[in-house]
């Protein structure tokens, strides 16, 4: 993966050996791994309790509380889309209707490289519906817009 190094558990372990006293602690050692691998594999899990001294469950617990810290490997492109009020009154849910259609896939599911998944507010309800692929935030989304933005997304990372 591009900007990550790839997964090893001596890595991550010599990872967080180094983390400094104010970071030893789940939600920052959690990060630290996701920042260096792009994921935080289960292996990880059992080492950040170990180097940690805290239970398995309580790194699971922080771990599936955060939606933001990954699980499995990121996706090529990661196409969020706000379905929170403001951008469902101007038409959220037929675009993710439409969205899911143009994919093939149901939001939080891959195709082809590309994640859809759904976020409460992109800080951009003016403009809604609102969208973010890969860090780029779009207003007045169609499929159209959404998915011209994907490919310059997947041209980028080529």
Do not use: K
């Amino acid at each position: 993966m591009p900007g990550h190094q790839a997964w090893s558990v001596e890595a991550a372990a010599s990872l967080l050996r180094t983390l400094p006293p104010a970071e030893r602690l789940i939600l920052p050692a959690l990060q630290h791994v996701q920042h260096a691998f792009g994921w935080i594999p289960d292996e990880a899990v059992d080492l950040i309790a170990a180097e940690l001294n805290v239970s398995r469950a309580e790194v699971v617990g922080v771990l599936t509380y955060y939606h933001d810290l990954r699980q499995s490997p990121p996706p090529d492109v990661h196409l969020q889309v706000c379905v929170a009020e403001a951008c469902q009154s101007v038409g959220s849910r037929q675009l993710v209707s439409d969205l899911e259609a143009a994919y093939g896939v149901p939001l939080g599911e891959r195709a082809d490289g590309v994640e859809m998944s759904a976020v409460y507010c992109l800080g951009n309800c003016a403009l809604g519906p609102a969208a973010m692929v890969s860090g780029r935030l779009l207003g007045r989304c169609d499929v159209e817009r959404i998915r011209d933005a994907v490919a310059r997304a997947q041209e980028v990372r080529a």
